[in-house]
């Protein structure tokens, strides 16, 4: 059982959107920043989002992320069949002083 | 280009011990907290230990610890898990990862090595 909670997946049709949310409490979302990793089928994970809402260099911004008291939201434009991927969210958990990650939610691109 | 490059993973008996290493290149090593995250087998991210950018702070799973040890080596650019006692549930593939600080974000993965805890 993760300490953040995702759904277990999601999908959508090619150039809709899709939203990811992920679930936590005070002590790690509410009072710390969130980021978002991809992981495409058979590869290690990659950054996606940091600081709640920031895209590293490379990361189109088709990708953006958001973060209301102890949630965050992860949204992808435009999808693609390429965006078909495991995503993941984490943060620091002030309380366990431990890094958390949501339990992953997979999407598809029908 | 910032590179980690995993290595150590291989086939070990539970209760057997294994030494995992992280080279990392292109960035100042010294200067950035570094991680440990695992992936058990078709399942999702499970964070393992940090270390702070000088070694002075480090932080464990509660499922590893006691039985890992996070280290590096400034000298060689080499992040390290020393991992004893090790259980069938060890098994998976081991990320080393790098971070700002201590509770940031992981900015750069390795390719991962795949520890297999086996009798």
């Known amino acids: 059982q993760s300490v953040l909670t995702q759904p277990p997946s999601v999908s959508a049709a090619p150039g809709q959107k899709v939203t990811v949310s992920c679930f936590g409490s005070?002590?790690?979302?509410?009072?710390?920043?969130v980021s978002w990793y991809q992981q495409l089928p058979g590869t290690a994970p990659k950054l996606l989002i940091y600081?709640?809402?920031k895209r590293p260099s490379g990361i189109p911004d088709r990708f953006s992320g958001s973060k209301s008291g102890t949630s965050a939201t992860l949204g992808i434009t435009g999808l693609q069949t390429g965006d078909e991927a495991d995503y993941y969210c984490?943060?620091?958990?002030?309380?366990?002083?431990?890094?958390?990650f949501g339990g992953g939610t997979k999407l598809t691109v029908l | 280009q910032v590179q980690l490059v995993e290595s150590g993973g291989g086939v070990v008996q539970p209760g057997g011990s294994l030494r995992l290493s992280c080279a990392g290149s292109g960035f100042p090593f010294n200067n950035y907290a570094m991680h440990w995250v695992r992936q058990a087998p078709g399942k999702g991210l499970e964070w393992v230990a940090v270390i702070s950018y000088d070694g002075g702070n480090k932080y464990y799973a509660d499922s590893v610890k006691g039985r890992f040890t996070i280290s590096r080596d400034p000298s060689k650019n080499t992040l390290s898990l020393q991992m004893n006692s090790l259980r069938t549930e060890d098994t998976g593939v081991y990320y080393c990862a790098r971070d700002v600080v201590v509770s940031s974000y992981l900015d750069y993965w390795g390719q991962g090595t795949l520890v297999t805890v086996s009798s």
């Open positions: 005070s002590s790690n979302i509410g009072n710390n920043f």
């Open positions: 600081d709640n809402n």
């Open positions: 984490g943060t620091w958990d002030s309380s366990l002083s431990v890094v958390v």
